[in-house]
């Protein structure tokens, strides 16, 4: 979903998007993985 809050969400529509980011960022997120 498309969030306003979340302008990055819109990254979530292209077919052909990746992610780069730190290891202290990383440590922040969730380990559910993507499929």
Same mark, same amino acid.
């Given at each position: 979903?498309? &969030?306003?809050?979340?302008?990055a &969400? %819109?990254? $979530? $529509?292209?077919?052909?998007?990746?992610?780069? %980011?730190?290891?202290?960022?990383? &440590?922040?997120?969730?380990?559910?993985?993507a499929?």
């Amino acid at each position: 979903e498309v &969030s306003l809050d979340v302008p990055a &969400s %819109i990254l $979530q $529509q292209h077919e052909d998007c990746g992610l780069y %980011i730190d290891e202290p960022a990383a &440590s922040l997120l969730g380990k559910g993985g993507a499929e």
